[in-house]
């Protein structure tokens, strides 16, 4: 198998070398310390391969410790051989730290004040208040969905944050097993994925969110075009809360993409409705529809086929006259969403092309502030929660998300170091040394589930509680209350302004009212008109 010399070959050496030392030891009386060392060397081995705690450990026995050693002394080291804890890329060192420590329930405090240049341009903070309120239960929720127009709406509480999109193929079975687990017990959702529902999003119950992407997965036919039938047959799924259409994501936006057949397994193949070793391709855009009336009209029958479950669509802002192009629509047709998830172009956890992945796509805050605005300029914002996505770890990344104008929050990669991925960014080789993203049984297997799902839960109610301190600290009683105006940016050395004044908000019903458009910022003065409700296109 591809990883037995990493699992295996180590311990067998040492093994050897025991053996060999100890003949060698009774032949000639002496060389006893070679004995003693091989032979604890191999006792390590033997307890590596035992141990459930860490995949690392399980994966790579004797050398797992070697990293473990190096990460002791880094502090000393930091200056000549090992990056500083606040530059790794793309998370850092403090960034990841802070998840294993409150996956763990370790201590997560530290000491001798921050390690951030709190006089460096893009510093951010919020404003705390003379008058804190009390800490109040930290289990903070909202409301999705009971659509007016919906009669058998099901709306559904949500946690503000959660699981966000990672397909089965794309992480491995114990992965999905331990994530679908910990949102169980921590009663919290789980994005499928474009990948659709697995055996493995089952087996624990938690509360799931099905992704339908460009390929339909789950509810496709031989075609690979939308099928009723099979939407149907999964959408009536107790487990599944939410229906979430995807237009695009983060990483890549705009250009699909393909799982190789030799990847395809039966397991695989059944969740998608697609051969096993075959390649499965996802599209860049839907067939289901082409104008954005055509998508709500889709999205509307999606809501009904689901018995009025909540549904929505997520998207990468790109053209801003299409997402306009959408919102026309909804005042066109009247139908509208129950829910909208931005995804930012910093987001995600698979593979992408180094220019997809550093130049497509707009930025989670610059995206969250169109979406948001424009709903709020068509009075529609009541109507659609948003959520959203791209590089969220820590309390504060969720405050300032949701300050900017979200609902809740998803994250991908925390949760996926909170199972124990080191960012050894080898998620596309199959090769993941710590079982999360691969599809190779033996280093999957190093993934413990019952002691993983754990991790999930507790990382997801340490950074709830964090989140509560965190407003309380600023007087408020729930994220909800928290508003652009709270948080503080540097733009200079010697020059800070409130968020509230970096990016000017519309007014309630500003789009819809006759407003002048030079009164609105750039992008609404000059990409709104151009938008029909009839065409993708952009009016010229």
Known sequence: MQNFPSRYLTLVLVGFVFLLSLVLALLL?????????????????????????????????????????????????????????????????????LVYQRAKGDSDKRPFGTQLDVYESGY?????????????????????????????????????????????????????????????????MHDTGEGSISIHHRQHGGDLVWEIGSGYFGCRDADGRFSEEKFIENAAVPQVKLIELKLSQGAKPGHGGML??????????????????????????????STPIEMLQFIDRLRMLAGGKPTGFKLAIGHP??????????????????????????????????????????????????????????????????????????AFDIARTIALGADWCNSARGFMFALGCVQSQSCHTDRCPTGVATQDPLRQKALVVEDKLERVAHYHQSTLKALAELIAAAGLGHPSQLKPHHLVRRVSPNQVKLVSALLPYLRAGQLVDGSDNAEMPPVFGTYWPMAQAASFTALS
């Open 29 to 97: 009386h002496g060389g006893w310390w070679l004995v003693l060392l091989s032979g604890a060397l191999t006792a390590v081995g033997v307890l590596d391969l035992r141990q459930t705690r860490r995949s690392l450990r399980r994966n790579y026995p004797i050398l797992a410790h070697f990293r473990f050693f190096f990460e002791a002394i880094r502090p000393e080291m930091r200056q000549y051989i090992v990056e500083d804890d606040t530059e790794g890329k793309p998370f850092s060192r403090n960034q990841r730290s």
């Open 260 to 289: 190789p057949g030799s990847k395809v397994s039966p397991e695989i193949a059944s969740a998608r409705g697609v051969p096993a070793g075959a390649d499965c391709i996802s599209p860049a855009a839907h067939s289901a529809f």
């Open 124 to 188: 951010e903070w919020i404003n705390h208040s003379i008058a804190p309120v009390a800490v109040e239960p930290f289990d903070f929720r909202l409301t999705i969905g009971g659509h007016p127009d919906c009669p058998r709406a099901q709306p559904y509480s949500a946690s503000v944050f959660n699981i966000s999109a990672m397909s089965f193929g794309a992480l491995s079975a114990n992965a999905i097993l331990a994530l679908n687990g910990g949102a169980r017990q921590g009663g919290f």
């Open 321 to 394: 006259w299409e997402f306009f192009g959408i919102v026309k629509a909804m005042l066109e047709t009247g139908i509208t969403p129950d829910f909208i998830v931005v995804d930012g172009c910093e987001g995600g956890t698979g593979a992408a092309p180094v220019e997809f992945a550093d130049h497509v796509g707009t930025p989670l805050q610059e995206a969250l502030f169109l979406v948001h605005n424009t709903l709020v300029g068509t009075n529609l914002r009541e109507r659609i929660k948003i959520g959203a996505s791209g590089k969220i770890i820590s």
